[in-house]
């Protein structure tokens, strides 16, 4: 399994930006996907999942209704938008699927919120 992250960046707070993960070596729409983060001297937090299909997404109460999971499973990619973004959003961002319990991690894509 191969998972590549792109469209970090530096963005000002209030900003957007999207990130997009492109998966390889797995069946792509037979799996939840998530995106997590960590920022440093933090924990990694669990930002978003979305389900095989699309049809049901969550989110972490701290991004809540200001970032967007979505996937296209014809492109075997998720993405992240990123909107309203706040300094404290500033971290590794990393999509990631676990297959029979097992987690496989892209190489991650920096975000940095800052004016």
């Known amino acids: 399994v191969q998972l590549v992250e792109s469209g970090g960046g530096l963005v000002q707070p209030g900003g957007s930006l999207r990130l997009s993960c492109a998966a390889s070596g797995v069946t792509f729409s037979s799996y939840t996907m998530n995106w997590y983060r960590q920022a440093p001297g933090k924990e990694r937090e669990l930002v978003a999942s979305?389900?095989?299909?699309?049809?049901?997404?969550d989110y972490a109460a701290s991004v809540k209704g200001r970032f967007t999971i979505s996937r296209d499973n014809a492109k075997n990619t998720v993405y992240l938008q990123m909107n309203s973004v706040k300094p404290e959003d500033t971290a590794q961002y990393s999509c990631n699927v676990y297959i029979l319990g097992r987690g496989a991690w892209g190489q991650g894509t920096q975000v940095t919120v800052s004016s």
């Open positions: 979305i389900s095989r299909t699309g049809g049901a997404t």
